[in-house]
């Protein structure tokens, strides 16, 4: 049963470190997206991959996010340096194309 | 004003019953999903739509791009089903979300 892995599930930091959060795409799957959800927002989109290469980061707050695809098996989203105001529920889907997703489990972030 | 609205914001229904849940959207789009988060919190991708409708198990999505909204039927409704539903749209390359339906389905 294929599906989309995220770690750690949960992270309880402290402001100002580093979080790195990890997805592992269903395998075949050329897309990857990482989302973010909290209570006063909902879902947001911040950033998709294809194939790779990022095709829109535009919902990511850029000074200290960052998203990458080292290889087609993993996705990392980081954070540095963290912030209150990150403290979310962060979700990777993987598919094919915008029209298909499979989401992972989720990375409820805590930043005190 | 949020792109995407949907309605109504909680809904509590008996078991059995026929449940549509609405979404209207104020741009162009290429396409629209409806979600499903389970109170664990995870999330499903129910349906993608361009046009017209689908039809998977007890759930029907439709949607009108002229009136820029779509609907979400689930029939004979059953407690399993009590979740989060939510609407989004593709839109020039990224993806606008609604706040979400709270379904509770009661047996």
């Known amino acids: 049963d294929a599906r989309v892995t995220q770690t750690p599930r949960h992270k309880v930091t402290e402001m100002g470190q580093e979080v790195t959060m990890r997805c592992q795409p269903i395998?075949?799957?050329?897309?990857v997206f990482w989302y973010r959800q909290t209570m006063m927002q909902g879902l947001e989109l911040l950033a998709y991959f294809r194939n790779r290469a990022p095709l829109d980061d535009s919902g990511m707050p850029k000074d200290r996010f960052s998203a990458e695809m080292p290889d087609a098996t993993l996705a990392t989203l980081k954070i540095q340096p963290s912030e209150p105001r990150d403290s979310a529920v962060y979700f990777c889907?993987?598919?094919?194309?915008?029209?298909?997703?499979?989401f992972g489990p989720g990375t409820r972030l805590t930043v005190l | 004003k949020n792109e995407v609205e949907q309605s109504p914001q909680n809904l509590t229904a008996q078991e059995g019953e026929f449940i549509t849940i609405n979404c209207s959207y104020s741009v162009g789009i290429s396409a629209l999903h409806w979600l499903q988060q389970h109170p664990g919190g995870g999330i499903v991708s129910l349906f993608m739509?361009?046009?017209g409708k689908k039809k998977h198990g007890r759930l029907i999505a439709t949607i009108n791009i002229q009136e820029k909204h779509s609907s979400l039927h689930i029939t004979a409704s059953h407690p399993r089903d009590s979740a989060v539903y939510i609407c989004a749209v593709d839109w020039n390359n990224d993806m606008r979300f609604g706040a979400g339906t709270r379904l509770t389905v009661k047996p």
């Open positions: 889907a993987s598919g094919f194309d915008i029209s298909e997703q499979f």
């Open positions: 739509l361009s046009s």
């Open positions: 395998l075949g799957h050329n897309t």
